[in-house]
């Protein structure tokens, strides 16, 4: 099947500074990306969508200046959360889909900002 | 927009008999039905889908049910093993390329 992954799996930072985490499909082109954020015990949320070469679509109340994404080829994107404080501390998930419409999502990434 | 309510939150089942995962979803529109298992500090794996044109489908020992008028859909594991214990998400989305909608997720316990 097609595996989708993310760098780093685990991210300790200081508050203030800016975090990338790269999202990966390994053995497909993926059209679109999609992030989303997890926190402890609670369900997936959507973050943003992004489709290679354009600009990212985020959900209502995601600021687009603190979490950057980039879709600059069709198997990388990254998500850069600047100036990161400690309410940023999640699970980062990204999936991504390519030309069978499912999503395939990747291991996910814990971030800590302390 | 789309909302999608699941239940239980916690659903603990004997090792060998069934579990079963109800949600409901708001928006119509929706077409496709995915459902996710996600082990602690993973992230989702798809497990099944379904349509909007199907009633049911089953894989193995896995199977979903749609009932488009009523507006919900159903996860059963039948058989269930140590290995089935984990959080189980459904979602909807309008259509297979579109955004997905998360289930705040089901916890399930295996017991032996």
């Known amino acids: 099947g097609a595996v989708v992954s993310q760098h780093p799996s685990r991210v300790i930072c200081k508050s203030g500074t800016s975090v990338k985490i790269e999202c990966r499909s390994l053995?497909?082109?993926?059209?679109?990306m999609f992030w989303y954020r997890q926190f402890p015990k609670q369900s997936l949320m959507l973050m943003a969508t992004?489709?290679?070469?354009?600009?990212?679509?985020?959900e209502q109340g995601v600021e687009k200046d603190k979490f950057l994404i980039n879709h600059a080829s069709l198997t990388l994107s990254t998500l850069t959360v600047t100036s990161a404080h400690p309410e940023d501390s999640s699970f980062y998930i990204c999936?991504?889909?390519?030309?069978?419409?499912?999503?395939?999502f990747g291991p996910g990434t814990r971030l800590t900002v302390l | 927009g789309e909302n999608v309510e699941q239940h239980p939150s916690t659903l603990s089942v004997q090792e060998g008999d069934s579990a079963v995962i109800k949600c409901t979803y708001s928006?119509?529109?929706?077409?496709?039905f995915p459902w996710y298992k996600q082990e602690l500090g993973k992230g989702p794996q798809l497990i099944i889908d379904?349509?909007?044109?199907?009633g049911e489908k089953k894989d193995q020992r896995i199977a979903v049910t749609l009932n488009k008028t009523a507006k919900h859909f159903s996860l059963h594991i039948t058989e269930t093993q140590p290995e089935d214990s984990a959080v189980y998400f459904c979602?909807?989305?309008?259509?297979?390329?579109?955004?997905?909608?998360f289930g705040k997720g089901t916890r399930l316990h295996i017991l032996p």
């Open positions: 992004s489709n290679e070469g354009s600009k990212a679509t985020y």
């Open positions: 979602a909807a989305s309008i259509r297979r390329d579109d955004k997905i909608i």
């Open positions: 999936s991504a889909m390519g030309s069978t419409d499912t999503q395939y």
């Open positions: 053995d497909f082109q993926a059209t679109t």
């Open positions: 379904i349509r909007s044109n199907v």
């Open positions: 928006d119509s529109a929706s077409n496709y």
